[in-house]
């Protein structure tokens, strides 16, 4: 056996073969690459997606077992209907080619779609809450549609039965002028056609050879999630939220939704059921004009009866002519009889006038006479009271003086100077003798008071008392 732990160099064996240099097989791949892969279609997930200043987008593509490398050059980027974002699923459909700088291959992209409905259901919902963000969805945004347009837009397809739908129910309900814009409704630039139709319609003259609608719709038929997908792109979405019109949608059946129904003012289930939205039922509306009509002229009969009958009864109380002539005639009569008593009238109620002025006057004179009167006697009345008064004062002055007289020969004095008064006993004075009999009672009263004594004996001539020398008592009265 040979040893196997050191082994001999092995020349190789001489060849014919050209040689090639590095950048002549990389060429020589990337003719044989290109001619076999001309045209892929390469489904996987997006991966590392990236846009630098260039505004080319590098990604890679790739499923559970491989990658590839992937680029979007930049024109074909901005006509692309999807955004390429991390984790999406899509269909990538370019030419394969090499890069010899890495000794890799790639794939050129032209277009994306997306792959399978999970895929497409959450760049919807990722978009729904983005515009919703935005407040293009608000109730507030959302204008009244007109009851009765004169003219209806119509954007979709003029070839499909929408527009036929479309057409038939608005001849039977109420016959428009209506002004289709034909669009695609489908593939590549559908959405750029609608939003272009929406905002054509209102950039229309109201009074131009071709008017502006007074209501759009906005219609196509059912379909999957992909069919009706170009009503999901944010331009179609933006331009039915900025339309100055009222825009219906009606997009698909009525379990279809997609973003346009909820921008638009209002979303009809069916395109059949848009075009009811739109106008009202002539008929109806000529079945209640004939039954408003009805009513108007049952209220104009009954309200002109009762105008006849409060007519008449207004006649019947106006009274008869005659009977007018009769009562002015009378009146007539009666004022004749006043105007003929009127210069009597007139001449009492004149004289009456004159004996109240010269009542009025004989009572101003006597007024006038008795306020001067009244004057004099109150000068008289100052002067008798002040008469009166002095008079009173010197009577006054007269009397003190008698009572100061009187009173100095009051005989009251005299006892307070020490003499006696006699009285008899009926109070008379008594002056003499004579006065005073054996057994009489008499009073003598002194200044102080009264003493009553009884005479004794004979009364006797009065002695007269001669004083002593010495100056002794006075001598006996009795």
């Not at 006057?361 to 001067?372: C, E, N």
Request: net charge neutral.
């Amino acid at each position: 056996m040979s040893d196997l732990s050191s082994p001999e160099p092995i020349s190789p064996a001489p060849s014919n073969a050209a040689s090639f240099t590095v950048t002549e097989l990389a060429a020589t791949l990337k003719r044989t690459v290109e001619d076999a892969f001309g045209y892929v279609r390469v489904k996987g997930e997006i991966s590392q997606p990236k846009i630098p200043g260039s505004g080319h987008c590098y990604l890679r593509l790739k499923d559970e077992n491989a990658c590839i490398d992937g680029i979007i050059w930049r024109g074909t980027l901005s006509k692309l209907s999807i955004r390429p974002e991390e984790g999406m699923e899509v269909i990538a459909t370019g030419r394969l080619t090499t890069y010899p700088a890495r000794s890799s291959y790639q794939i050129i992209i032209e277009s994306l779609e997306l792959a399978g409905q999970g895929a497409l259901l959450k760049l919807l919902e990722d978009r729904r809450k983005k515009l919703g963000a935005e407040g293009l969805f608000d109730e507030a945004r959302k204008k009244p549609l007109p009851y009765l347009p004169g003219v209806i837009g119509v954007v979709t397809s003029p070839t499909g039965a929408v527009i036929r739908d479309i057409l038939h129910r608005l001849a039977d309900r109420f016959p428009r002028r209506v002004i289709v814009c034909p669009v695609k409704v489908q593939g590549e630039g559908a959405a750029d056609e609608i939003a272009a139709a929406i905002f054509g319609f209102n950039a229309l003259a109201v009074d131009g050879d071709i008017p502006r609608p007074d209501v759009i719709i906005v219609a196509r038929g059912g379909g999957s999630l992909e069919d009706l997908w170009s009503f999901n792109e944010e331009v179609v979405v933006r331009a039915a939220a900025a339309s100055l019109v009222p825009l219906i949608a009606a997009v698909g059946h009525e379990t279809d939704w997609t973003l346009i129904d909820l921008a638009a003012d209002r979303r009809a289930p069916t395109p059949t059921a848009a075009a009811e939205m739109a106008v009202p039922v002539r008929l109806d509306l000529l079945a209640e004009v004939q039954q408003r009509h009805g009513r108007l002229m049952q209220a104009v009969t009954r309200t002109l009866e009762e105008r006849r009958i409060h007519l008449e009864g207004l006649v019947r109380g106006i009274p008869r002519l005659d009977m007018i002539v009769a009562q002015k005639t009378q009146d007539l009569d009666a004022l004749g009889e006043r105007l003929a008593e009127a210069p009597q009238r007139l001449l009492a109620a004149k004289n009456d006038a004159l004996l109240m002025l010269s009542g009025r006057l004989v009572l101003d004179r006597f007024t006038a006479d008795l306020r001067r009167h009244t004057v004099d006697l109150q000068n008289l009345t100052d002067r008798a009271v002040r008469a009166l008064g002095r008079a009173s004062t010197d009577a006054g002055t007269r009397l003190t003086n008698l009572l100061a007289r009187l009173e100095s020969v009051s005989p009251r004095r005299v006892l307070e100077r020490g003499y006696a008064m006699v009285r008899d006993a009926s109070g008379a004075p008594v002056t003499g003798v004579a006065g005073a009999a054996a057994g009489s009672a008499l009073k003598i009263e002194f200044a102080d008071g009264d003493v009553p004594v009884r005479v004794e004996g004979a009364a006797s001539k009065p002695v007269r008392s001669v004083p002593k020398k010495d100056g002794g008592n006075q001598g006996t009265l009795l």
